[in-house]
């Protein structure tokens, strides 16, 4: 009897995952902490009332944000490890900095609200490693496209913009920690960086989504 072929997976559902839970998480906890009271009332990716952490880390919204980047922490693992794979040769660095991210991701999300300095050291190093092994994944992910005979110019040319962009944001934040004297000013300038690079991240992850979709990027099953 013969084996059934297997049929080809589309790759793009995955990475409008990751952005669409990324994007429910924090803004569901942050309405969620609105409402209970636990954080004021405004908008933080311009007023930097609060950190994404802080908007999540007490209350119902505490729950609801751990309950969906936990998987939102699996799926960029999968994710990672599939772009390396559909990469080919030469680009095992894309998965490992990618699955690096997605542990630490795990971790700033399952110690969040906790108390105690060793949580707190988890959840700081936490966070920074997801971004910073997560942004090397993409610069190292572009790197190996560029002369790939399936890239869309203008949908890769606008995920360079977005990973130039987040590397200026990253620049703005270290350059307010330096120099602005005022705590109060100077935490709300970083927490409204951070909500505007967590915008860009997702956005990222939507023009991915939206290139795999357009050239019909898919995995063959094993």
């Known amino acids: ?126 966070v920074v490693c997801f971004f910073g092994f997560g942004y090397l994944a993409q610069l190292r992910f572009l790197q190996a496209v560029r002369r790939d005979v399936r890239v869309d110019a203008r949908v890769v040319a606008a995920m360079v913009a977005v990973s130039a962009l987040m590397l200026l944001l990253g620049l703005g934040n270290v350059a307010a920690g330096a120099l602005v004297a005022d705590a109060g000013l100077k935490d709300r300038i970083e927490n409204a960086l951070e909500w505007q690079l967590g915008w860009l991240l997702v956005a990222w992850y939507l023009l991915h989504a939206a290139w795999w979709r357009r050239i019909g990027a898919r995995l063959l099953p094993a």
């Open 1 to 126: 009897m013969s084996r059934p072929s297997a049929h080809p997976i589309p790759l793009w559902p995955l990475p409008l995952s990751i952005a669409a839970l990324f994007t429910v998480a924090t803004h569901l906890a942050l309405w969620l902490s609105i409402r209970d009271g636990h954080v004021e009332a405004c908008v933080p990716v311009l007023e930097g009332c609060t950190s994404i952490s802080r908007a999540a880390r007490h209350g119902l919204g505490n729950h609801v944000f751990r309950l969906l980047v936990l998987p939102c922490a699996l799926l960029v693992g999968l994710h990672w490890w599939l772009a390396s794979r559909w990469l080919g040769r030469g680009s095992r660095d894309v998965a490992w900095l990618g699955v690096v991210a997605a542990i630490a991701l795990a971790v700033y999300a399952t110690f969040l609200g906790t108390d105690g300095e060793a949580y707190r050291f988890l959840r700081r190093y936490g």
